[in-house]
Every structure is written in C-alpha cells, then in structure tokens.
C-alpha cells in the first residue's frame, strides 16, 4: 500500500503560480503522476515522472507552464505551475502505482491516489 497526500492548492488568478506537494508514504517503481478532473469531464494526464530515471513527461496542454519534480529524501512530488489559466482549474490528483501496458497518462493504471487538492484560477 502506498499513501498519498496532497496539499498547495488554492484560488489564484490567471498568470498567477502553484506549487503542489504530494507527500508518499513511498516511491512506487516508474510512473509517478499528478492527473486533473473539472467538474463534469474525465481525469486527464498533467504530468509524470520516471521514478528512477527522473525523466518527465507532459501533456501539451501544460508544457512549458508546469514542472514536476520529486525530492528523493522526503518522498514528495511536486507540481510547479505557471502561467496558470482558467481552463486549469480543477481537482488535483496525484498518483502512484502504475501498471504496465499503457500511456503514463491512463489514469486506469494507476493503483494509488491521493484524496485530491482543488486548483481555481481566475480570470
């Protein structure tokens, strides 16, 4: 069983910046991931890291504006973004426990989530 907990969302308005925390109980084996759910829309993808690797991936809605990152020490991921836009807002989620067999943005793979941290951006 892996635990996660999410914090640093908050209300922001646009162009404004938020770095979200995800603090594991453990790193899971490759993909670690932070997905996204606005009201009445399917989880999507934001972004993901290679655990051992520390390489990174992007869904184009986000890159340039957002970086994840992880402190190997403090078994946290983290989510900076930047530039945000209304159409970010939503529910945050991170996630862990990815199995193999498809994309790092299947949120179906995944076996943990954190409870969720809200992110709403003003225009």
């Known amino acids: 069983q892996v635990q996660l907990v999410e914090s640093g969302g908050g209300s922001v308005q646009a162009g404004g910046s938020l770095r979200l925390s995800c603090a594991a109980s453990?790193?899971?084996?490759?993909?670690m991931g932070w997905f996204r759910q606005a009201p009445g829309k399917e989880r999507e993808g934001v972004a993901a890291i290679l655990t051992r690797s520390g390489s990174t991936y992007y869904a184009d809605s986000v890159k340039g504006r957002f970086t994840i990152s992880k402190d190997n020490a403090k078994n946290t991921l983290y989510l900076q973004m930047n530039s945000l836009k209304p159409e970010d807002t939503a529910m945050y989620y991170c996630a862990a426990g990815w199995t193999y067999g498809s994309p790092w943005s299947d949120f179906t793979r995944y076996n943990y989530w954190g409870q969720g941290t809200q992110v709403t951006v003003s225009s």
């Open positions: 453990r790193f899971t084996d490759n993909y």
